[in-house]
């Protein structure tokens, strides 16, 4: 069983950046890929990055493509996202996630953190 906690979520002006942070524990963090998910308010939960076991594949959502970087450090457990230029539609609680593969369906990922909230004002 994999725990997951997230942090540095807050407030932020609209061109600002944001650094999220996610520490896991109780399990074999390297073998799992990791991603950032997000849900704003009325909206479904989308994917926004997902790094593989080893950190040699990477996915970005179109919608943040440019703007945010995923990254990973095995000896720490512990996964980040780099969030610069942000804007009001990144607006969100943020949760990272952990399963066996990237993919950008909700679903598929296994373990969950609490999520943290971003707020991006105009």
């Known amino acids: 069983q994999v725990q997951l906690v997230e942090s540095g979520g807050g407030m932020v002006q609209a061109g600002g950046s944001l650094k999220l942070s996610c520490a896991a524990s109780g399990g074999t963090f390297s073998s799992y890929a990791m991603a950032w998910l997000r849900q704003a308010p009325g909206k479904e939960r989308e994917f926004v990055s997902g790094i593989s076991r080893n950190g040699w594949v990477i996915r970005y959502s179109d919608s943040v493509k440019g703007r945010f970087t995923i990254s990973r450090d095995n000896a720490k457990n512990t996964v980040t996202l780099q969030m610069n230029g942000l804007k009001p539609d990144d607006t969100a609680v943020y949760y990272c996630?952990?399963?066996?593969?990237?993919?950008?369906?909700?679903?598929?990922?296994?373990?969950w953190g609490q999520g943290t909230q971003v707020t991006v004002s105009s």
């Open positions: 996630a952990a399963g066996l593969v990237i993919d950008t369906t909700s679903r598929a990922w296994n373990y």
